[in-house]
């Protein structure tokens, strides 16, 4: 059977390269690498991959301006790989049309999370409506799209229309980061005065009304710099 998930890996660090290669072959996806941003970009070309990932720091070319070209001709998932320190960079990199980051050093389980969660929301672009889709459960916390309607423990929880508009956009990209600025051109609309301010205020409201303790999250998470997470289903 011919039927193996196939990634593109763009990474120039050898050590790397091989530990998410032996990784991700051993969970039985196909990968093919490539040390510099020529090669990748061939390899996306040729092969088209169900997923790309991809290193920000190459010899050759900037980790954004790849993303920035596989994203006139593709909407393949892509995942970029990333120092801890590269903050701008990965809210660039989302920005401009990453799907994920996953932070260097990182172990086999974060890596296959990432992939599973970037594989899942490609998939289900092409089968969900927004309209038709079916509920997000995680813990106690039900968020039904169609009804417009949020239970914790079964309980109704009373949120703003923006406060919805906010909670759905992450509930529908669970496992994702999504950046800052993509939460408030999504909820207020494109020419929204871009400050956090306004988003900090109403996901301080959001956790107080679906957090037992709001320091401690269970189901939105905190990206800093970045934005915000909202936990898988299950
Ligand atoms: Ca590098």
């Not at 991700?24 to 990932?53: E, R």
């Amino acid at each position: 059977m011919n039927t193996k998930i196939y990634i593109v890996l763009i990474e120039d660090e050898k050590n790397i390269c091989n530990f998410i290669s032996t990784t991700l072959t051993a969970q039985g996806y196909k990968v093919s690498t490539a040390p510099n941003a020529k090669v990748g970009i061939s390899l996306i070309t040729s092969g088209c991959p169900d997923l790309i990932l991809l290193d920000l720091g190459l010899p050759d070319m900037d980790g954004i301006n790849v993303i920035r070209e596989i994203r006139t001709w593709a909407s393949i998932p892509i995942i970029v790989i990333s120092a801890r320190t590269q903050e701008k960079e990965k809210v660039l990199a989302l920005d401009t049309g990453a799907d994920d980051y996953i932070t260097k050093p990182f172990g086999p389980s974060e890596l296959m999370a990432r992939i599973r969660t970037a594989l899942r929301h490609s998939n289900s672009l092409h089968t969900d409506s927004l309209l038709t889709q079916r509920p997000y459960r995680a813990g106690d916390l039900v968020i039904d799209f169609e009804k417009r309607l949020v239970t914790l423990e079964g309980a109704p929880v009373h949120l703003t229309q923006i406060e919805f508009k906010i909670v759905s956009l992450l509930a529908q990209n669970s496992g994702k980061v999504i950046t800052y600025d993509s939460i408030i051109s999504k909820v207020w609309g494109p020419y929204a005065d871009d400050n956090n301010r306004i988003l900090r205020v109403n996901m301080a409201n959001i956790r107080r009304k679906l957090e037992k303790n709001p320091a401690e999250p269970h189901y939105i998470f905190t990206e800093i710099g970045i934005g915000y997470r909202m936990a898988e289903e299950g």
